[in-house]
């Protein structure tokens, strides 16, 4: 109970330091603010904000290491015989989702900032290859492969990259005031299409 209790507050810190951070961005820049401002407005330290984002640009990129880690849960927990591209797929289609729903704003938020940011392109470069070093084995595996066959490596940058076209497309068209009902119907269309052709060739 007090584990689970601690867990529940360091999450809750965890929330206010991003919200905070995310909205002095959002208003000045990622460049332009420091993590000592970003402790002041979470009323946190300096090293409470290094314990919990151990970069500056971590505030930014740790939401693309949790859907990583979602991603490759997902893959693992799928049945024998089910394609390695369902949990890819089901991402995008809770993108399109979103894109449909959510406000505008949060959907372009982060986009907007790395635009802005050659530091945070370069962090985003970074976790790209990441993200695939950790999806590779898995699917590999998943495949029946070794876990470090070339072929596993290339069936995760393409299903990652399908899903990351899907969602350039999405928040390139959002920035250009197009309609966010007309951008998601249009790429499910896309997606679809481009899932399809890969579980023919994966298949």
Do not use: C
């Not at 997902?74 to 369902?86: D, H, K, L, N, Y």
């Not at 797929?89 to 406000?103: H, K």
């Not at 070093?133 to 495949?143: D, H, K, S, Y």
């Not at 876990?147 to 995760?156: C, E, I, L, N, R």
């Amino acid at each position: 109970m007090e584990g689970g209790l601690r867990e529940r507050k360091k999450q809750k810190t965890r929330e206010e330091i991003s919200a905070a951070a995310m909205a002095l961005f959002r208003e000045r820049g990622f460049d332009a603010v420091t993590v000592a401002e970003i402790a002041r407005a979470a009323e946190v330290s300096e090293k409470t904000v290094f314990n919990y984002f151990p970069a500056k640009e971590d505030l930014v990129a740790h939401r693309g290491a949790e859907l990583t880690k979602a991603l490759i849960d997902a893959v693992r927990e799928q049945p024998p015989g089910v394609s390695v591209i369902v949990p890819f797929r089901q991402m995008t289609e809770a993108l399109l989702d979103a894109v449909e729903r959510e406000p505008v704003e949060s959907i372009v938020a982060v986009p907007r900032l790395v635009m802005g940011s050659q530091t945070l392109r370069q962090r985003l470069y970074l976790g790209w290859e990441e993200e695939a070093a950790a999806l590779a084995p898995v699917i590999a595996e998943r495949a029946g492969l070794e876990p470090d066959d070339f072929v596993g490596a290339m069936m995760a940058r393409v299903l990652s990259w399908t899903h990351r076209l899907i969602f350039r497309a999405a928040f390139t068209r959002l920035l250009a005031g197009e309609d966010q009902v007309d951008v998601a119907a249009a790429l499910r269309i896309e997606a679809a299409r481009a899932y399809d052709r890969l579980e023919r060739g994966f298949g």
